[in-house]
C-alpha cells in the first residue's frame, strides 16, 4: 500500500539521522522508500532542509512523481501557513495511525502539530507491514502517522483548488481597493477643480469691480 508518512522529531539531528539511514537502504524486507523530504518551521515559515528520491518512480507520473513535493507546497504555502497561525501553538504529539484516519487531513495535521524549531519527515512509501518502517525508527524520539497516499493525492488537489480560489479572491480585493482609491482621488481632484474655477472665477468678478 502507498501510504505518505509524516514523523515529527523531536531531536532536530535525529532527523537528518533518520533520512540518511533510509537513504542508504530505501529497500526493506516489506517496505520500499519512494520519498523523502526533512522540513523544519523556522520563525513560522516551512522550510526544506534535506531530502531523498529512490528514483524508482517517474517524476511524470501525476500520482507518486510529486506527491511529497506537492504535500510541502501546501505545508509551506498560504493554507499551511493559516494553520499554523491558527493552531501553532498547541501541543502534544501527532495521534496515531489507527485513530488520524477520517478525523483531519495530513495538512492540517502537520501543521497543528508542528512547532516553530521542529523538524519533520514527510516520506512517500510502499508497504504491506506498517511495523517495519516504525521499527526501522524506534531509536528516534519520533511521532509517526500515515496517511493513505490516494486520499492525500486528493487532498492536495482540494487544497490547491482551495489556494487558487484564495488568490483570485485577493485580486479582486486587491482591483476593489484600487479602485475605490482611485475614485476618492478622483473625487477629490474633481473638488479641487470646482473650487480652483469658483476661485478664479471670484477673481474675475472683484477684478471687473
Known amino acids: 500500500m502507498y501510504n505518505i508518512v509524516a514523523a515529527i522529531f523531536e531531536v532536530e539531528s535525529e532527523g537528518y539521522q533518520a ?3 533510509l537513504a542508504k ?10 520519498q ?19 528514483g524508482i518512480h517517474s ?4 500520482l507518486i512523481g510529486g506527491l511529497v513535493g506537492s504535500v510541502i507546497g501546501m505545508l509551506g504555502g498560504p493554507i499551511g501557513m493559516l494553520l499554523m497561525g491558527s493552531y501553532g501553538a498547541l501541543a502534544g504529539s501527532l495521534v496515531d ?18 512547532l516553530d524549531g521542529e ?7 510502499d508497504e ?6 516504525d521499527n526501522a525508527l524506534a531509536a528516534y524520539k519520533v511521532t509517526i502517522a500515515r496517511f493513505d497516499a490516494v486520499v492525500i493525492a486528493e487532498e492536495v488537489e482540494e487544497a490547491q483548488k482551495i489556494q487558487k480560489e484564495m488568490a483570485r479572491q485577493t485580486r479582486r480585493q486587491l482591483r476593489e481597493a484600487r479602485k475605490q482609491e482611485r475614485k476618492e482621488k478622483r473625487e477629490a481632484r474633481r473638488d479641487k477643480f ?10 474675475l468678478k472683484k477684478n471687473k469691480e
Open 59 to 62: 517524476t511524470n507520473d501525476t
Open 194 to 203: 470646482k473650487a480652483d474655477v469658483a476661485a478664479f472665477k471670484e477673481k
Open 97 to 114: 495511525a489507527g485513530d488520524s484516519a477520517g478525523n483531519a487531513s495530513l495538512i492540517e495535521k502537520v501543521a497543528e502539530k508542528l
Open 128 to 133: 504491506t507491514n506498517e511495523a517495519e518502517l
Open 25 to 34: 537502504t530505501p529497500i526493506l524486507n516489506d517496505t520500499t522508500v519512494l
Open 36 to 54: 523523502m523530504a526533512l522540513v523544519k518551521r523556522d520563525n513560522g515559515f516551512l522550510k526544506i532542509c534535506d531530502s531523498f528520491d529512490s
Open 19 to 21: 533520512l540518511t539511514t
Open 119 to 125: 523538524m519533520a519527515m514527510i516520506a512517500l512509501v
